[in-house]
């Protein structure tokens, strides 16, 4: 099957524009610009109506299925917001809350332009087929963790999570099962080199948070010797890359680290100032050469999936601490949310729109007031741009969102079921 989108402008990797179509052979990339030659298959045509083409937006870090508890336990700081608000709702969940709250995770990111995210939950297995059903892309994981540093709390975790990495299949293929820790202090050393051992046969790039707070970096200092980055590094986690959550603390050592083995730092603006992190020090963390994606983080500590906005405060939020508007250019941190994200989840087929990539997009629309005159591409999608503008999300050459509409998910059951899984858990 192809698909020519027709009469857009299409956002090329040096962020230039190119007037003219983009043509989709299945789920790749064939052509960007210039003239269509006739072709003898079935080919459907989309009227792009002068609108912009973009990479589609990669979430790096996310809890999808936390739409269930969407600003649940506002105003708390960050350990007593997990314990007293978010982790006695998450045990009420079940597989069918997942799935209900992934769904409706994936259309608001589908309407935000967003095609592939890491999700870090509870049930992935529920997880990856609601992912799976609507046709997003996602990388997905059991999460290791462990309440005890001598005995593995919950029992079996370890070999839950590698025989997960195994065992997990996905016939679109745009579901991937990665290893995961939550964290330096949830769970043992055991886990983190038991896990780090089983991945030299898989050798995935692994999900974690690191340094959010900077009581959890001074406490690993003080039980490890080291920074979080630097532990799990040393446990062998690291070797075959990583997408790294917050790393609001970590240091100079730390991005040296991170360059080293190939993994990603990942910047939750949104969430690091709702539970009052601190501000990540993403630009000395990208002038020391490590690659830095965006996130979202959960919806209870943002509240939304939005990556415009979380481009948008990237984007400000370090001028003003650095006291330089030169420091993170618009450019910069489009790849964050683009190109960068998708390396960082071990995808170099994606997050990029060239000849021979996958057709993963988002059709912009710039006939709007807020984005006239348009004089800097750039900083119109960071500065101006909303969420709201994204008019077509597209996945492997398949639409997923059209104009409101979501081609492959039934939205008024998706409704009912998200509803009934947020009266469930009591909320
Ligand atoms: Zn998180």
Redesign the pocket.
Known sequence: MRRVFSNGRVLTPSHAVVDGPIVVDGDWISQIGGVVAPFEGACETIDLKGALVMPGLVNA???TAMTLVRGVGGGLPLQRWLEEAIFPVEAKMTPEDIRAGVTWGVMEMLASGTTLVAD?YDFPQAGGEAFAAAGMKANVCRVGLCFSETDEVPPGRAKECIDFVRDFKDSTGRVVADFCVHSEYLTSERIVRALAEANADFRRPVHA?VS?TEKEHRECLARRGKTPIAYLADCGLLDHGGYL??AVWATDDDFAVARAKGAALVH?PT?NMKLGSGFARIPAAIAAGTRVAL?T??CA?NDNLNLFEEMHLAALIHKGVAKDPTALPAGAVLDMATVNGAKALGRNDTGALAVGMKADFCVVDFDKPHLKPCLDIMNALVYSAQASDVVMTVVDGEILYDHGEYPTIDAGRAEFEFRAAVKRLGL
Request: charged letters at 15%; proline letters at 0%.
């Open positions: 870090h996310g809890h870090m948070h959010e959550a917050h939750n969430s996130g983080d959960g500590s």
